[in-house]
């Protein structure tokens, strides 16, 4: 008896691209799938962002952006993980105070996708530093920074770049997540932040006085409510209460006031952003 057996040949490089696409959208992805198509998801395996500061805010896109299926995330944080950070950041938990926030995060996102590229920098983003992260060439970058000049930095180098950037504005003070909004940097309102940010732009970055900025910002209309004083400190509410100590770069006692904050509005903002950074990627004028 003779069998006749075609032979199997090797799948091209394109070929294997698309099976290994097949498998991550029917199976890990399957529901975001659903959600956006096949095409947009073949976007957003072959796409770049860049998280920048890993706290309450960023820790939270981070995962979004993730589990939303962007291949290559660059999740960025010079901080070590603090007892302080455990009501609002993902990566915070028992035994990881003093670990490395972005070494942390890191691990943690390799999980939910071990077939993403996961790019860990435990530096601080300044305008020494930044031409080492525009090397990268992200397609978005997500803001999350609490340093107010390396925030405008950033602003004015992603604009003048022309990279797609979303930035968080002040989330502390606020306990209602409903109110979390989206516009232009140039129209948001209360927040104190924003307006100081918006300042600083228009001395050192030459952003206009009206008209939009053309960068997506999350920011809440909801005043923000002074921190109240606790008596379990002994009134030292202002001062570094991190096992490990201050790090030398953004120190508590630099701050003029730490507002409280709720990891429901924090991530909310977070949340927020992602959506604005994976919407970006996969609009129709996106390649």
């Not at 989330?171 to 109110?179: A, I």
């Not at 309102?189 to 001395?203: C, G, N, S, V, W």
Request: neutral net charge; hydrophobic residues 40%.
């Amino acid at each position: 008896m003779e069998l006749n057996v075609e032979a199997k040949t090797e799948p091209t490089e394109q070929e294997a691209d698309v099976a290994d696409a097949t498998y991550r959208l029917h199976r890990r992805f399957d529901r975001m799938g659903r959600l956006v198509g096949d095409d947009a998801m073949t976007k957003l395996f072959k796409s770049h962002v860049m998280i920048i500061g890993l706290g309450g805010v960023g820790s939270w896109a981070a995962e979004a952006v993730v589990r939303s299926g962007v291949g290559h995330v660059t999740i960025v944080d010079f901080d070590e993980i603090c007892v302080t950070n455990f009501n609002r950041q993902l990566h915070a938990l028992q035994g990881s105070v003093g670990e490395k926030k972005a070494v942390a995060l890191g691990e943690r996102l390799k999980k939910i996708n071990p077939q993403a590229t996961i790019t860990v920098l435990s530096k601080f983003y300044s305008d020494k530093t930044s031409d080492e992260f525009f090397a990268l060439k992200p397609d978005s970058i997500i803001d999350a920074i609490d340093h107010i000049t390396a925030k405008c930095h950033l602003l004015g180098r992603a604009r003048r770049e022309g990279v797609p950037i979303v930035t968080s504005t002040g989330s502390g003070g606020r306990l209602d997540p409903t109110q979390v909004r989206v516009s232009d940097l140039n129209e948001t309102q209360t927040d104190p932040l924003a307006k100081d940010i918006r300042r600083i732009l228009r001395e050192k970055y030459d952003f206009p006085m009206t008209g939009p900025y053309g960068i997506p910002a999350i920011w809440s209309p909801e005043f923000p409510t002074e921190p109240k004083a606790l008596t379990y400190d002994k009134g030292k509410g202002f001062r570094c209460v991190c096992p490990q100590g201050d790090n030398g770069l953004f120190t508590c006692d630099d701050r003029n006031m730490i507002f409280g904050n709720a990891g429901f509005v924090t991530g909310a903002f977070g949340l927020a952003a992602a959506s604005v950074a994976v919407r970006g990627l996969i609009a129709p004028s996106a390649s």
